[in-house]
């Protein structure tokens, strides 16, 4: 998870209908993010050929009130996955952002240090993060940046001006590794669009690594009109 503070000015038009952004201390973010997908599943069935697979993403920060509930979720900027089955799929069922393109992903446990690579090609560039963490593992504290960027747990999604869909995501209180070096080469102007240019020369505001879990998705879509 590599964080970036940005002018919330700069998110409203991929703002979906119905939310609003979520700040810390007043703070706005957009993390750039790379993970796997492992042994993914629909209704308890394993995928073949497609059931494996890494993906970066870029997304920010929203909430929705409910009623007497607050919900804390993401939006996707965009998506990027190395299967084009994949990401056609997930465009048509679930109105997302995905994108096919090249990805490589690599991990090594040296000693008491994790090391992860993510490297990916697209619009004629090759782009990566690079990260070394350590090995101990951290529960989070309450209150600080850490949670606030893991412990949103509904996805919305923009179909139209007026409409917004939600699900939600479940998965347990993570831990985390902290970092010990970073290094991001990333074009955001060429693959995000020119809003997310100036990213190019701005230094990560912090990165986060979690230690994944079993997660679902509650696909049962909550179609909100405004």
Known sequence: MVNYE???QILRSYLPAGVTIDTYQNQCFVSLVGFE???CK???IPIPYFGNFEEINLRFYV???????E???VVFISELVPHTTVAVLANR???EHYTSCKIKYKYELAHAEKRLEYRWAINNGSYHIKAKFQNEESAIVPGTLEEFIYEHYYGFTKVTETETWEYTVNHPRWHINAPTEVEVQCDFGKIYGP?????NQQEPYSVYNAVGSDVTIDWEINKIKV
């Open 63 to 69: 909430k929705r009130r409910d009623g007497a509930i």
């Open 37 to 39: 997908f492992k042994g």
């Open 42 to 44: 629909i209704a308890g």
């Open 71 to 73: 919900k804390r979720g």
């Open 6 to 8: 940005i002018d919330p």
């Open 93 to 95: 069922l679930y109105k």
């Open 195 to 199: 809003d997310f240019s100036f990213l």
